[in-house]
C-alpha cells in the first residue's frame, strides 16, 4: 500500500527564518512520483515540484529547495528566507505508476511577520 | 498559463438532491481527475479518466457519484442524491499524459449540503 505522512500537523516561524517541511513515504513500486503542492488561503492548489524515484539529485528553485532521500524515504521542503506569502497548507504526495496521486494530510504553515 | 476552469465556484444544494460539478480541463489533456477535501483535511482521489471511461476510482467514489465528458470540453462530477458528508471542496485536475505529467487543477467548487 502507498501512503504519504506529513507528520507536521502546524508550523510558525518568524519572517526571514529557514524552515523544513517533512515528508515521508512508503511504497513497494521502484518507480514513483513525489509532489509538492501549495494551497494557499485562496483555496486553490498550485503545483511546486515533481520528482520521479530514479533522480536523487536535490533541487533548488529560488528560495525553495527539496531534498529527496530514498534511504530514508523521505522528500523533504525547505523554504529559505520565509515571506509571509509563505503562509499555506503544503501537501506532500506520492503517485505510484498508475494515475492517481496520494496526497498527505497537509502542513499548515504560518510565516509571522 | 493554460488553467482548468471550474464552475460554479461555490454550490449549495439540499440533503437528497443531485448536483453536477463542472469543469473544463485544459484542452490537449487527456487524463482527467475529481478530488475532494473536506474542510482542514487532506485531498482525497475520487476517480480518474481517461479514453471516455473510468479508469480507477476510490471507495469514496460509490455508486452515488458519476463521471462524464459530455462533449470535447467538459468533464463532470454528478452526485445523484447527496448527503451531509458530501460537503466538500472539488477539486479538477487534468494532464497530458499518464504518471510522468503534473496535475494542473482547477480552483475547486465548495459544495455545501444542508
Known amino acids: 500500500a502507498q501512503k504519504v505522512t506529513q507528520a507536521q500537523t502546524e508550523i510558525s516561524v518568524v519572517e526571514k527564518e529557514d524552515v523544513t517541511l517533512d515528508c515521508v513515504y512508503e511504497t513497494r513500486d521502484t518507480t514513483y512520483y513525489l509532489f509538492w503542492y501549495k494551497q494557499p488561503p485562496s483555496g486553490e492548489l498550485v503545483f511546486l515540484i515533481r520528482?520521479?524515484?530514479?533522480?536523487?539529485q536535490n533541487e533548488i528553485s529560488g528560495r525553495y529547495s527539496w531534498n529527496f532521500q530514498k534511504s530514508t524515504s523521505s522528500f523533504n521542503f525547505t523554504i529559505t528566507a520565509s515571506q509571509v506569502v509563505d503562509s499555506a497548507v503544503y501537501f506532500c504526495?506520492?503517485?505510484?505508476?498508475?494515475?492517481?496521486?496520494?496526497f498527505g494530510k497537509g502542513t499548515r504553515l504560518h510565516i509571522l511577520p | 498559463e493554460p488553467e482548468v476552469t471550474q464552475t460554479p465556484s461555490h454550490q449549495v444544494t439540499q440533503m437528497g438532491q443531485e448536483v453536477i460539478l463542472r469543469c473544463v480541463p485544459i484542452s490537449n489533456h487527456l487524463y482527467f481527475y475529481w478530488y475532494r477535501q473536506i474542510l482542514g483535511q487532506k485531498v482525497e482521489f475520487l476517480v480518474s479518466?481517461?479514453?471516455?471511461?473510468?479508469?480507477?476510482k476510490s471507495e469514496i467514489f460509490d455508486d452515488q457519484f458519476s463521471v462524464e465528458r459530455p462533449d470535447g470540453s467538459n468533464f463532470t462530477l454528478k452526485i445523484r442524491s447527496t448527503k451531509l458528508e458530501d460537503s466538500a471542496m472539488y477539486f479538477c485536475?487534468?494532464?497530458?499524459?499518464?504518471?510522468?505529467?503534473?496535475?494542473?487543477f482547477g480552483s475547486g467548487t465548495q459544495l455545501s449540503v444542508l
Open positions: 504526495a506520492l503517485r505510484v505508476g498508475d494515475d492517481k496521486i496520494i
Open positions: 485536475a487534468s494532464s497530458e499524459w499518464l504518471a510522468d505529467e503534473k496535475l494542473f
Open positions: 520528482r520521479n524515484s530514479f533522480d536523487e
Open positions: 479518466f481517461y479514453n471516455n471511461e473510468i479508469s480507477e
